[in-house]
């Protein structure tokens, strides 16, 4: 619905809310058809590292254990998932080189959260 108040002070504000809350309905109805948004419009996803460890965890809503893929190359984590709504498929970058087969991952209430042990980013090679 259009306002017709020009001369209106608010009137800027009033656009401005009227088009977010367009630019909102737009993005649900995009989700509703089947859009592949994934983490970046619509998922939160922390990264936390201490110096033994790095931790990324993810808001993965209505997605099911079964349903989750993770891989690691070691400086980055691919986590995919899929609900009945949405599919999630997002590549973080590590904040640091971690051991990939150290990952260990678990899921509670829609929070998911994979944990790396950090390794060294160079390895001494001895030369013979």
Do not use: W
């Amino acid at each position: 619905m259009r306002r017709d108040d020009r001369d209106d002070p608010f009137d800027d504000i009033f656009r401005e809310i009227e088009r977010m809350m367009e630019d909102m309905m737009a993005d649900g109805q995009r989700l509703d058809r089947g859009d592949q948004s994934g983490f970046a419009s619509s998922t939160h996803v922390d990264v936390h590292e201490t110096e033994d460890a790095i931790r990324v965890i993810a808001d993965l809503p209505g997605v099911e254990k079964d349903d989750i893929s993770i891989q690691c190359d070691g400086t980055s984590v691919t986590v995919s998932a899929q609900s009945g709504h949405r599919e999630y498929d997002e590549r973080v970058d590590l904040p640091g080189r971690v051991d990939a087969h150290s990952g260990a991952a678990t899921y509670n209430n829609g929070i998911l959260e994979v944990a790396f042990d950090r390794t060294e980013s160079s390895t001494n090679i001895d030369v013979q």
